[in-house]
């Protein structure tokens, strides 16, 4: 499991429905989530959820084909204890008519705290994460009324493309989407992969902090996807160039996923305050999938 590299995108995250036309709420792109939206944040093109002028976020997993049962069963005051947060509420509760948990804990930035609430059925599971100042108790208060007032359209069908800052073609090669969670996109051959060796593309809008370099936002992504099994990078070649307004790192070489080599493909790009980063990789071997991933690559633009 430690080796399985879908299992780290996957992790990388029927009752009455309710409408989106209530007075007060507003859709949530990417989701079937309405929210009153709380005064001074936005909805974001970047994550999937709303962020206001400090930062300060509340980000919306729309976990459909998930099981709330079974995606909650370490969801509990004890297994978060025994991983030194501190938990400062717990309960379980109702949320727009299903099952729901709603956790109020610190963070791992001592100047924060953390709202999370969970809540589905046996098809499906959304999770929502607030990071908001810890000292700021009115926001905490008004951030937990506006998640246990969320309203959810069971029957929604969503669109994982609504409101992004990008665009992508997967019209001219085998890459197709395979699924998405929050920001997270995966892409695989014809939209699945049933061969031994996995080859997939990931990509993952977010905003720029633009304290950090391009080179430091691949360095982070490349440790995290060693925290996954994922490890030996050696990078071939680099390349740094601009393409009209948008900044652009590349980085081609090979990795290994257990003892399979792997060809590795990452792509960062960004413009203003946007940042999109794609990882592709496949078989060291398979020349055509290094082909596709390469084409699909360089039609990726942002379009903001």
């Not at 978060?80 to 299903?98: C, R, W």
């Not at 078989?283 to 360089?298: G, M, S, T, V, W």
Request: aromatic share 14%; net charge positive; glycine share 6%.
């Amino acid at each position: 499991m430690k080796h399985n590299i879908i299992y780290f995108i996957i992790i990388l995250i029927s009752l009455n429905s309710c409408g989106f036309s209530q007075k007060g709420y507003k859709h949530i792109p990417r989701t079937r989530v309405s929210i009153k939206i709380p005064s001074g944040y936005k909805i974001m093109n970047t994550i999937t959820g709303l962020q206001n002028s400090k930062s300060e976020m509340i980000m919306i997993v729309d976990m459909v084909g998930n099981d709330f049962y079974t995606s909650t069963k370490n969801f509990t005051k004890d297994k978060f204890g025994m991983q030194g947060i501190t938990v400062y509420d717990f309960y379980d509760t109702i949320v727009s008519g299903f099952d729901a948990k709603i956790m109020v804990a610190n963070s791992d930035d001592i100047k924060f705290n953390s709202i999370s609430l969970v809540f589905g059925d046996t098809t499906f599971s959304t999770m929502i994460n607030s990071i908001h100042n810890s000292n700021d108790k009115q926001l905490e208060n008004k951030i937990k009324e506006t998640l246990l007032s969320i309203k959810y359209n069971k029957n929604k069908e969503i669109n994982p493309y609504e409101n992004i800052f990008f665009s992508i073609d997967t019209t001219s090669t085998s890459f197709k989407l395979q699924g998405f969670s929050g920001n997270t996109y995966f892409f695989m051959p014809f939209g699945k992969d049933t061969s031994k060796n996995k080859s997939l593309i990931i990509l993952t809008p977010q905003p720029f902090d633009k304290s950090m370099s391009l080179n430091s936002i691949s360095r982070t992504f490349t440790n995290s996807m060693v925290k996954y099994g994922t490890y030996g990078f050696v990078t071939d070649s680099t390349s740094r160039y601009k393409n009209k307004k948008t900044d652009v790192l590349l980085k081609i070489g090979d990795c290994y996923v257990g003892v399979d080599r792997k060809y590795f493909y990452q792509l960062i790009m960004s413009k203003d305050d946007l940042c999109l980063y794609a990882f592709g990789m496949c078989d060291y071997e398979n020349l055509l999938l290094k082909k596709e991933i390469q084409k699909f690559c360089e039609k990726i633009k942002i379009i903001n």
